[in-house]
């Protein structure tokens, strides 16, 4: 089974998450925006038991545009946001696409919040399921329970 391992960008603090992600999304919500610095953010989700996360971290909370809670977990030293969980969506935990440092990574098959997308980003893909409606980007192809990416 593959493992592959996310690290924040000074190292001390990793993911190591076993088989494939259950869910890889890019969203275009202003908070995913925010968190990753970047005109969007791409997550990949596996169940909590199959991510081990390694180091030091702190931790953040806010609450979804969902009203639940949703827990960051940072690097102290380098501030990069390795991992995150939210109350919706219990039992798995996302993980920075980024912090894979891997051009090979599964590409997202969920793409929302796309009306806070950058008119010049396009999520290509035949299989990739675009929505711009928060309501549905908090129930479609999810686990039971919702959340927001
Ligand atoms: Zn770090
Ligand atoms: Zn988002």
């Known amino acids: 089974m593959v493992t592959r391992v996310a690290t924040c960008r000074c190292g001390q603090l990793s993911a190591s998450c076993e088989g494939e992600p259950v869910r890889v999304s890019a ?25 081990v996360i ?3 971290f702190k931790q953040w909370e806010r ?22 969980v ?9 993980v920075a696409v980024g912090a894979f440092a891997d051009p ?12 806070r ?6 999520i290509h893909g035949d299989e990739v ?3 711009s ?3 549905i980007a908090f129930t479609q192809g999810r686990l039971p329970g919702a959340g927001s990416d």
Not at 27 to 44: D, I, P, V, W
Not at 86 to 94: D, F, K, R, Y
């Open 54 to 56: 390694s180091g030091q």
């Open 104 to 115: 090979n990574f599964p590409g997202p098959k969920f793409s929302v919040y796309e009306h």
């Open 63 to 84: 609450i979804a545009d969902s009203g639940h809670r949703a827990t960051y977990k940072f690097c102290p030293v380098c501030g990069s946001t390795l991992a995150y």
């Open 133 to 135: 409606d928060p309501a």
């Open 27 to 51: 969203c275009h919500c202003l908070e995913c925006q925010k968190r990753s610095g970047s005109a969007f953010a791409t997550q990949a989700r596996w169940p909590d038991e199959q991510v």
């Open 129 to 131: 399921e675009h929505s």
């Open 117 to 122: 997308k950058h008119d010049w980003v396009e």
């Open 86 to 94: 939210i109350e919706g969506w219990p039992g798995v935990t996302a």
